[in-house]
C-alpha cells in the first residue's frame, strides 16, 4: 500500500511540473505572438543571434525525434532537450529585437516542446478524461488501489468482463496449496526446527549443536525449497489473478520464465514484475535524475533499499533485527558480476545450473539458519500460550472435579 501511495503522489507531482512548464511555454508563445519583427539584422553577436543560429532545420529534427523518443532519451540528451528551450527562453526574456526567422523559429521550437509535454500529461491514456489533471479524483484513486500493481499510470488495459470460472480455479487452487503448504510445515519445518529448540533447552553445548546442525539444514533443504515454489504460485499466480480477474486488469505480466534465469539481475527483473517495476521507475531512474549518479550506483541504491525493506519485513514479522536477508539481498550483487564473467557469460545452461545451486544451496542454507534462529522464539512464544492455556483448562477442570 505504501508502494502504490508513493507511486500515486511520485507520479502526480511530476506531472504537476510538466503542467507548470507547458504553461510557462504557452506564455512564451504568447509573447512571440505580440512580438513586432525588425526589418533590419543585428550586426553585433548576440545571444539571439547565437540562439537562432543555433536552432537549424537540422536541430528542429532532432528536437521533435528526441521528444517523439521520450521514453528512450538518455539523461544526457535530457538536458540538452532542456538546455534548448533555456536558450529559447533567454531569447525571448532579453529583449533584444528578433528578426521574423528567429521569430519563427522560436515559435516552432517552443510549439514541438508543448506538443511533447502534452503528450507526457496524456501518459498511456487514450480518454481524455483521464488525462492531467482531470485524473485527480477520488473515482480515479479508487479505482487504482485495489489493482493487482504498484506503479501508478493514467490508464491500465482492461477487459470487458470476469471470468467466473476461472476465478474459482484460482481460489480453489490457492485454497489446495495452503493446505499443502501446512501440511509441509507440520510434518518436516516444524519437528526439525522444535529439536533445535530442544537441545537448547537441554543446555547442549554450542559444539554439540554445531554436529547436529549440517543434518538439521539437510532435513529442511526441501521443504524449504518447497514452501518458498508454492507460497511463489499462491501470491503470483493465483491470488493476483484473481484480483486482476475481479478488477477487470487485463496486464497480467506479473512474472516471466525466472526458473530459465542464466544470471542473477535476470531473476531479479523476472520473479516479481510489480515491484520491479515500481523499483526501476521509483528508485533506479529517480536515483538517476535526481542525484545524477551512475547506473551502478543507482543499480546498488536500488538493490541496498530492496534489502532494507526486506529486512523490516523480518522485523515486523519477527520482532528481531538479524540482517540475514540484507546479506543475502545484497550477495546477488557479486554473483551478477560472476555471472557476467567469460566462465558464464553467453553459457545459457552452465549459468542456468549455476542459478539453481547458488539459489537453492547457499541461500537456503542462509535462509534456513536465519529463520531457524527467528522461528525458535517465535514458536517458544507459541507453545508457552499453549501450554498456559492448557493449563488454565486443567485446573478449571479440577476444580469443577473437586
Request: hydrophobic share 45%; net charge positive.
Amino acid at each position: 500500500m505504501l508502494m502504490k501511495q508513493h507511486s500515486y503522489a511520485f507520479y502526480n507531482g511530476h506531472l504537476s511540473e510538466i503542467n507548470k512548464k507547458k504553461k510557462v511555454l504557452e506564455r512564451k508563445l504568447k509573447q512571440l505572438e505580440v512580438l513586432d519583427p525588425v526589418t533590419s539584422p543585428v550586426n553585433s553577436p548576440t545571444p539571439t543571434e547565437l540562439a537562432s543560429s543555433y536552432f537549424d532545420a537540422q536541430a528542429l529534427s532532432n528536437l521533435h525525434r528526441r521528444r517523439r523518443s521520450m521514453h528512450s532519451k538518455s539523461t544526457l540528451e535530457a538536458r540538452r532537450e532542456e538546455s534548448d528551450v533555456a536558450r529559447v527562453a533567454e531569447a525571448i526574456e532579453s529583449g533584444e529585437p528578433l528578426e521574423l526567422n528567429q521569430i519563427s523559429s522560436f515559435k516552432r521550437i517552443i510549439q514541438l516542446e508543448i506538443d511533447g509535454l502534452s503528450d507526457e500529461l496524456k501518459g498511456k491514456s487514450s480518454i481524455e478524461a483521464n488525462h492531467y489533471p482531470r485524473n485527480l479524483n477520488i473515482r480515479n484513486f479508487a479505482e487504482y488501489i485495489p489493482l493487482p500493481t504498484v506503479v501508478y499510470e493514467l490508464e491500465y488495459l482492461r477487459q470487458e468482463s470476469v471470468n467466473w470460472s476461472y476465478v474459482a480455479e484460482k481460489t480453489a487452487a490457492t485454497f489446495g496449496v495452503l493446505c499443502v503448504m501446512i501440511v509441509v510445515s507440520q510434518a518436516f519445518i516444524y519437528p526439525a526446527v522444535m529439536t533445535t529448540v530442544h537441545m537448547k533447552e537441554q543446555g547442549l553445548t554450542l559444539q554439540e549443536r554445531l554436529k547436529e546442525f549440517p543434518w538439521i539444514l539437510s532435513d529442511l533443504l526441501f521443504p524449504f525449497m518447497m514452501e518458498y515454489l508454492l507460497a511463489w504460485y499462491v501470491i503470483w499466480e493465483c491470488v493476483l489473478n484473481v484480483l486482476a480477474e475481479l478488477t477487470l486488469f487485463a496486464d497480467r505480466g506479473f512474472y516471466a520464465d525466472w526458473w530459465n534465469s542464466t544470471s542473477w539481475d535476470q531473476f531479479a527483473r523476472d520473479w516479481n514484475r510489480p515491484v520491479h517495476n515500481f523499483l526501476l521507475r521509483h528508485v533506479y531512474h529517480s536515483s538517476i535524475s535526481a542525484f545524477r549518479v551512475s547506473r551502478s550506483t543507482a543499480t546498488l541504491i536500488t538493490f541496498f533499499l530492496s534489502a532494507c525493506v526486506h529486512e523490516l519485513i523480518m522485523l515486523c514479522l519477527f520482532k528481531k533485527l538479524r540482517g540475514y536477508l540484507m546479506a543475502m539481498q545484497m550477495l546477488q550483487l557479486p554473483l551478477v558480476m560472476l555471472s557476467r564473467t567469460k566462465l558464464l557469460k553467453d553459457r545459457s545452461v552452465l549459468g542456468n545450473v549455476a542459478f539453481w545451486v547458488e539459489r537453492r544451496v547457499l541461500e537456503s542454507v542462509v535462509g534456513i539458519f536465519a529463520a531457524g534462529v527467528n522461528w525458535q522464539s517465535w514458536l517458544r512464544d507459541l507453545s508457552s500460550l499453549l501450554f498456559a492455556t492448557d493449563y488454565r483448562m486443567n485446573a478449571r477442570g479440577k476444580d469443577r472435579h473437586f
